[in-house]
């Protein structure tokens, strides 16, 4: 230490350092409520300025208590309620009475007071008191409504209502419209006067024609007068008034277009009813191209429009029940002059042709929905007929062979809507391959549109041999080849095409099996064909290891089925099918394991040059025939579940199966464990089945020879674990043993098996091996539980009942006092640590 440094002062202890801090922070804290007393103070003065005074003021104790409202707000509200409350009592003058003066006595009154209502404004926006000109304005317009009233029923009784109104509803909005000029201060006389002209043409067509088309006129008259407004006006509310009048003008214009399209029993009809919808479009996108505010809404809405009268149009040239492919025919037309438009360079902005797409679009979508039933009825059909029985003969024609109650009229124009549905994402793709510079981001896209492509050509040629009522023969030649043509699609490098092209050929394969099985032929040659293609496709195909797993997984599936119906033609029982059906997942995972071996062989070695092989990663396939084997080998078991001896000899077959997975070192563990698992199930049902009271005389001649040989494995492969080594043996003597030591009343059995438990049990502790241990343990204390157990509910009768209700509750104070001890504790310690601070 320097001698000519300073002394360090060491830092205070944590006691005083904690109470120092305490009495800075309540200092702090009380100089902060003073602050905030002040505050309240100050607000308070300035919103009751008080005379100042000579001395000093001191802030009072407390706040004072702040309005719960503002004064313009209470000023607005009282003039508010106060124009309503003129209103009310201006209608009540004016339609009921006052005294002994007629209608002409009380309009000569109330148009005097509207005309000092109209001006009484003016003078008060001198005075620069506009909220209140803004509340007797208000009540001047509806005085004025009140006039007109007043004048048809003095002077204008006999002429007819509707007619009346729409002349006065046009005086009226001139009226406004020209008050709200003259006094431009005024807010509410402008917006007015534009809601007020939504109704003159409207009454005028009511009233001249009972006819929908003329009032259809008039609302897009309004709604075209409502888009000028709208365009050429700055007035933010001025606007607003305008754009809900033309959007509920139009709206209401285009739903009479619509509905008259729709009920046009003529082409005269359905072209008047297209040209309301041509003017409505032309409207809406006259708008659109004027403003960016709601251009693509615009324009969608004109699409629809113009869908709609394109459409009513063709409706009238097809045949009946041919509407679907007209709506959507006019669609494609809009697309197609969208297209020419672009190939021109004189196209739309953007807003107004993505709004035309939209609606193209939404109506192609709403066509393949439509389809969708119909397709349902193409692909469900042959599983319903195959519930009444298999091989019944063949069919009449496909209407036969699906049970459809419907005409093949109703399914004719199915594969044309398919088809014209997908004439826009090819379109789409036309356009990009022409394109002269495509970018990557158009690859994702495009995908999409070739598989939305192949899925609707695919469902289109599906309706086909329905719609056009083809026989039978001809009808499953067709699916089987169509099936055949997306799943080589489905094998294409591809993100989107492929799963998609599968999806089409899974779906189509499993209708198109269930329609095969009206007769034995077309059973077994489309299944056959099935199974080889979907093989095939598993090994070739390019499109990524999920496509390739589904491909294997469904080749397995329908080589069940193959298998199924060759069992089904030989005469088999269920029994026997069920044997006959373990082929499949023996074969499966043949090819696994072949597909594992592969994979190994391919794996590399070390970078480094030493002698431990890299593990190699496991082949798609593997797992996806090891999954499907094992499922398939559960439904063989399931199926041989009746008979004992057939369901003992189908859980050996498995067991073979597992234990042949088993030799590949990946599938040791699970595989082997499982083969165990399944011979012992085999000899209890074999056991079972034949009636064995004496177990140990048929496990024990196979116990030994699989103990030698464990201790052999184990001999050269000292890291074999002793489950794979030993388990398979003792399984085999000690749980059929321990089964029949439960129900044997004698006390031989259960001492021998007691005896050999402990045995083995002492062993695997002496060798420390898990398997024995845990074997022979759990059948030691099985054994001793079964010949405690007398005892047991003898000792249980003896006591008194209420003893267990007793000794449970004790229990549960004894565990609640120790589940509050421990809280206790831990609060304590809490408090200590905060003590510390």
Known sequence: MNPSEPPRSSPPPPAVELAMLNNELAQLDARRSQLLVRRAWLLSAMQHPVAPRAHAVTAPRAAAVAPETSRRGAQNALLVLGGVLLAIAAIAFTLVSWGSMGIGGRGAVLATITAAALLAPVALLRRGLASTAESVASLALVLTVLDAYALRQVALSDASGTGYAAGAAAVLAALWAGYGRWLTALRLPLPLAVACAQLPLGLWAVTVSPGVLPLGWALVATAAFDVAVAVAVARRA???SATVGAVVAGGWAGAIGVLESAAAGSATGAL???????????????????TSEGALSMATAAGFALTAAAGGLLRQVFPAGWAVPAYLLAAIAVLAVLAALAATGSGLPRPMARGLALASA?????????TLPLLAIVLGGPAETVADGIWQGEPFDVHSAIGSVLLPVDFAPAPVVLLLAATAPLAWLARLRTAPRPTAADARPADLARGLSVALVWAALLTVPVALTWAYPVAVAHGLALTLAVLAL????????APVALGCALVGAGSLGALALAT????????GVLVAALAGAAVVTRAG????AAQAVAATFFGCWLVLALARAAELSW????????????VACLIAARTAGRSASGASSPADGSSAAVRPLSHPLTLALEVAAAVAAAGAVLLTAGRLPMLSLALALTGVIAAGTAIRPQRRAAAG???????VGASWARLAASEVTLPEAYTLPVTVPALVVGALRRRRDPQAPSWTAYGPGLAVTLLPSLSAAWGDAHWVRPLLLGLAALVVTLVGARLRLQAPLVLGGAVLALVALHELAPYVAQVVGALPRWLPPAAAGLLLLAVGATYEQRLRDARRLRENLGRLG
């Open 238 to 240: 001025v606007r607003v």
């Open 272 to 290: 008047l009813s297209g040209v309301l919808l041509a003017a409505v479009a032309a409207v809406a996108l006259g708008w659109a191209w004027r």
């Open 362 to 370: 939404a109506v192609h979508t709403g066509a393949v929905l439509v």
């Open 490 to 497: 489905s094998t294409r490098r591809s993100a989107a095409l």
């Open 520 to 527: 034995r032929p077309a059973t077994f040659t489309v299944l």
């Open 545 to 548: 290891d999920a496509v390739r």
């Open 575 to 586: 029994h026997g099918a069920g044997l006959a059906l373990l082929v499949v997942p023996a």
């Open 673 to 679: 464990t499982l083969a165990v698992v399944l011979f």
